[in-house]
């Protein structure tokens, strides 16, 4: 059995851990995003185009994530006493936000550009082929990379990025249609595609911004109803009720209160109480690893009053 590593620990190697992912696919989206812009323009794509300022916009979600990562691993003090993790999920809500003025802005130029009667037509070439193959190879590789890293290390930032760079990968496939299809004059599939990318912006948007509210408005996570018959077997163990909880798979808040039998010292009480403790810990062990739990103890006698 592998020995786990002390908490604090394990959270800066988490975060490191989540830096250099965040690093490895910053370079590749900044670099896929110029071959694509410089494409895209050159020939006159408009899905091209569209696409490449949406894997700009990946680099700098990339820097962002690195920010939020670093003071998300910030330890608990006098004025976060519950530590700083949901800085993650404010870092997610600010790459959604950023990904609705996006798709806005692209909208409004989708707009101009396609009603203006001033269309131009792409140029089909070698070098439009090759940027987008490209990108598609390398989209491939960072949802494949960044979703294992994501479930590895629990990141809510890498999970959202995964899914949304496979999204890209999708994309860039239609981008591909619409520029072989340049080839034969069908050039309504390039201002099609380009309007499924706003789309899929902000649709996109939309999705992180809903998995993240979760969290930060402590929806409570899903706390499995034989996880709490296994603690009301124990011995001296009445009941357990007012069971709440809070947070996700990185970081988790418990608190509930813990009926014993009256006859128990206030001495065994409390080890009773550690020992529920230490048994609700290790059944969630591989569900959250930093978990905080406040029990409070009562006697289950004709007095007791919730």
């Known amino acids: 059995m592998t020995k786990r590593l002390p908490l604090k620990t394990e959270l800066l190697s988490r975060e490191s851990a989540i830096k250099k992912v965040l690093l490895i ?20 794509f408009l899905s091209l185009r569209s696409s490449g300022i949406e894997s700009l916009f990946d680099g700098s979600s990339n820097i962002l994530g690195l920010i939020t990562i670093a003071i998300a691993a910030k330890p608990s003090d006098r004025r976060h006493n519950y530590g700083h993790y949901k800085f993650e999920n404010l870092g997610a809500l600010i790459i959604a936000l950023m990904l609705f003025g996006s798709s806005i802005k692209l909208g409004i130029d989708y707009h101009d550009f396609v009603f203006s009667g001033e269309q131009t037509r792409g140029l089909f070439g070698a070098i439009p082929i090759l940027s987008i193959l490209i990108s598609i190879a ?17 990141s809510k930032i890498l999970i959202a990025d995964s899914g949304h760079t496979f999204g890209d990968m999708v994309i860039s496939i239609g981008v591909l249609i619409s520029i072989v299809c340049a080839k034969f004059e069908i050039f309504i599939v390039d201002y099609i595609v380009g309007g499924l990318i706003i789309f899929y912006l902000f649709y996109l948007a939309i999705q992180i911004t809903l998995d993240n509210l979760n969290d930060l408005l402590d929806v409570s996570p899903v706390i499995k109803d034989r996880y709490l018959k296994a603690l009301e077997d124990m ?72």
Not at 138 to 154: P, T
Not at 259 to 284: C, F, G, M, N, Q
């Open 25 to 44: 696919t910053f370079f590749l989206n900044i670099a896929v995003a110029l071959i694509k812009l410089f494409a895209g323009i050159q020939f006159d």
């Open 138 to 154: 390398v989209s491939a590789f960072v949802s494949s990379y960044e979703g294992r890293k994501g479930r590895e290390l629990n």
């Open 235 to 306: 011995q001296y163990v009445r009941d357990i009720h007012e069971f709440r909880a809070r947070g996700n798979t990185t970081w988790m808040q418990i608190d509930f209160h813990l009926l014993l039998d009256p006859k128990l010292s206030l001495t065994k009480a409390h080890e009773i109480s550690h020992e529920v403790e230490d048994r609700l810990r290790s059944l969630l062990k591989d569900y959250c690893r930093d978990i905080d739990i406040l029990i409070h103890i009562e006697p289950d006698d004709e007095t007791h009053e919730d």
